[in-house]
């Protein structure tokens, strides 16, 4: 019995000295509110490295709408005809990022998805 107790207090202890991944840190991305918005849809899931990503889906009022993602209050974003999905990295230092071939990779605090 002595030898179980000290084998969980052992484990327990171990488990709380192992430092915590920064890429696992990362909370819900912050949704913008605007009057035309489209519809977003989010997951968070954990990816194949063990870190958090945000699938985001960026749907227009209709299938004719233009999509506009926005990053951080507008000072970034991205047109495009229909919806749009992407996905968000945390980052070791437990920020969210957006790796995008044009715009190199952005620092996200906050996305709002417009429809026109």
Do not use: Y
């Amino acid at each position: 019995m002595r030898l179980m107790i000290l084998l969980l207090f052992t484990f327990v202890n171990l488990v709380a000295s192992i430092p915590s991944k920064g890429c696992m840190l990362c909370s819900n991305v912050l949704i913008e509110r605007h009057p035309n918005e489209a519809r977003v849809e989010l997951e968070k899931v954990v990816d194949g490295t063990g870190c958090f990503v945000q699938n985001l889906k960026c749907l227009g009022n209709d299938i004719k709408s233009e999509t506009f993602v926005q990053f951080n209050h507008g000072r970034t974003g991205f047109l495009a005809h229909g919806a749009q999905e992407l996905q968000l990295q945390c980052s070791d230092e437990g920020r969210w990022r957006f790796e995008h071939s044009e715009l190199g990779s952005i620092a996200v605090e906050s996305v709002s998805c417009l429809s026109t």
